[in-house]
């Protein structure tokens, strides 16, 4: 395991690698001056060319992203054209309050959706699986913004029980968090409720059924356990698609996390910014795949890995 393990995260540079010339290009080629931006309206055009030559973007493309490639391998993200302090910094600053929002967001996607699925597969065809089958088309065709004006309105706006924005205690995490997991649910309840019918038809459960085995024993420690590799696949996959999603939630309920960071910088054309917040996104999807790869070795030991 330690092997692969090793390869694995070697693996990551090239993939970083390949991110950061998309990310790179991307924000050449959008129009747009970042140099003209950082200066203000007011620059002069010895300002702007002044500021041009500081960051280098007065050499020519190649050369820009070779300097830029130098610097990451340093350790040095560069510098943002807007509040002129590390990219770093502003990264070590945000990327806390969004872990936290992924982190609750999922908690809540995977604690209440999965027993959800669980109920329904041993009373399939009734009213809480036809509940849940309604759910998810509502949780998957409701945009996530739309949600959150919504919970905005109802319980801050209306009842006043929440803070509709900002970041504090855990009263602040309410809102965002079931906005960002809540579709999530409806993913997790149909996905075990699929997996569980079909363990739940295998010969050893009626076996143990037939041994007088308690009915909790056999869902909880024989089926769901036979059924979580799926689950954790999935768990897997939607981390990736909640750190996205907490892009556009961090922007509605002002939320100072590192996806509103990188939007700001994409309003701005802060290149540094941008390019620094994407290669941290891409690898926080990478390791957490690869958890996801090693927890299956815990889960089945016949999984191993070459």
Known sequence: MLN?????????LPMLFGVSIVVFLVMHFIPGDPAQLAAGPDATAEDVAQIRQNYGLDQPLVTQYIIYVRKI???????????????????ARTLPATIELTAAGMLLAVVIGVPLGIVAALKPRGFLDGSLTTFAVLGISVPGFFLGLIFMSIFSASLGWLPPTGRGGWQHLILPAVTLGLPYVATFSRLARS??????????????YAKGVPGYKVVIKHALSNASIPLVTVFGMDFGRLLGGAVIVETVFAWPGMGRFLIDAI?????YVVQGTVLVFAALVVI???MVDLVYGILDPRITYN
């Open 4 to 12: 692969y393990t090793l390869r694995r995260l070697l693996l990551l």
């Open 73 to 91: 391998v340093s350790g040095d993200f560069g510098e943002s054209f807007q509040t002129f302090t590390p990219v770093l910094e502003g990264i």
């Open 195 to 208: 997996t569980m019918m079909d363990v739940l038809k295998e010969d050893y459960i009626r076996t143990a």
């Open 267 to 271: 309003m701005a054309r802060d290149i």
């Open 288 to 290: 957490i795949n690869l």
